[in-house]
């Protein structure tokens, strides 16, 4: 099993620039979400889906949308970047047993 | 909401030496689990240990073992003999339980080095 697998590994976004960070696990775990953790903090969650067709607001929502179309992927779309969404992302998924996290996303907005 | 506190942002100790990381939290809850997470320069997010909070004994994984007071809301962590390889990031995290989604809460971090 490959675990979480996150795409890109390391990106460098414009202003105003959008991107679709793509998270896929193979563990067919219900439960899926994305974390953002700036320098020298904990990690924040932005969205979370409890199953696919369903997904939620976490604690930092605002600057991006999510979707849930299968049980496998959870993509985190940024529509306008801006600087204060540099920061390193994590795609994460669990089920009563379980939780793995992918390795992450590190992305600078310029 | 819950929310937890890492009131150390680094330590430094020497190998083979014994560190006790601190975390506290808030919470109005019963039922909950508490975590430490590892964080090396990886990335990697790497589970440590686990405690639910119905069991009065203090979970163990090798090297590494809690104190988990609930009535004082306190969960330290504590290394035993550390190692190089210990040093990283540690994180504390909460969890409600039966809350259907498994949101964890996370508190800001404790950068630990082990010296040679």
Same mark, same amino acid.
């Given at each position: 099993?490959?675990?979480?697998?996150?795409?890109?590994?390391?990106?460098?976004?414009?202003?105003?620039?959008?991107?679709?960070?793509?998270?896929?696990?193979?563990?067919?775990?219900?439960?899926?979400?994305?974390?953002?953790?700036?320098?020298?903090?904990?990690?924040?969650?932005?969205?979370?889906?409890?199953?696919?067709?369903?997904?939620?607001?976490?604690?930092?929502?605002?600057?991006?949308?999510?979707?849930?179309?299968?049980?496998?992927?959870?993509?985190?779309?940024?529509?306008?970047?801006?600087?204060?969404?540099?920061?390193?992302?994590?795609?994460?998924?669990?089920?009563?047993?379980?939780?793995?996290?992918?390795?992450?996303?590190?992305?600078?907005?310029? | 909401?819950?929310?937890?506190?890492?009131?150390?942002?680094?330590?430094?100790?020497?190998?083979?030496?014994?560190?006790?990381?601190?975390?506290?939290?808030?919470?109005?809850?019963?039922?909950?689990?508490? +975590?430490?997470? %590892?964080?090396?320069? /990886?990335?990697?997010?790497?589970?440590?240990?686990?405690?639910? *909070?119905?069991?009065? $004994? #203090?979970?163990?994984?090798?090297?590494?073992?809690?104190?988990?007071?609930?009535?004082?809301?306190? +969960?330290?962590? %504590?290394?035993?003999? /550390?190692?190089?390889?210990?040093?990283?990031?540690?994180?504390? *995290?909460?969890?409600? $339980? #039966?809350?259907?989604?498994?949101?964890?809460?996370?508190?800001?971090?404790?950068?630990?080095?082990?010296?040679?």
């Amino acid at each position: 099993n490959a675990g979480v697998t996150q795409t890109p590994k390391f990106r460098i976004l414009k202003i105003g620039q959008s991107m679709t960070l793509q998270c896929t696990q193979d563990m067919n775990h219900n439960y899926m979400y994305w974390y953002r953790q700036d320098p020298g903090m904990g990690l924040k969650l932005i969205y979370y889906s409890v199953g696919a067709g369903i997904t939620d607001k976490g604690e930092v929502p605002n600057g991006y949308n999510v979707s849930r179309s299968t049980t496998e992927d959870f993509p985190l779309r940024l529509e306008l970047a801006a600087p204060s969404q540099t920061s390193v992302y994590f795609c994460a998924s669990s089920d009563s047993a379980a939780r793995s996290f992918g390795s992450g996303t590190r992305l600078t907005v310029v | 909401a819950q929310t937890v506190t890492q009131s150390q942002p680094e330590m430094s100790v020497q190998e083979a030496e014994t560190v006790t990381l601190s975390c506290t939290y808030d919470t109005s809850e019963s039922n909950y689990y508490l +975590f430490w997470y %590892k964080q090396p320069p /990886s990335r990697q997010m790497i589970l440590v240990i686990r405690q639910e *909070a119905y069991k009065q $004994q #203090n979970a163990t994984e090798n090297r590494f073992s809690v104190n988990f007071q609930k009535a004082a809301k306190s +969960f330290s962590l %504590k290394i035993s003999d /550390s190692q190089l390889g210990d040093t990283a990031m540690y994180f504390c *995290a909460f969890m409600k $339980q #039966n809350q259907g989604a498994q949101k964890l809460v996370f508190g800001q971090g404790t950068r630990l080095t082990i010296n040679p």
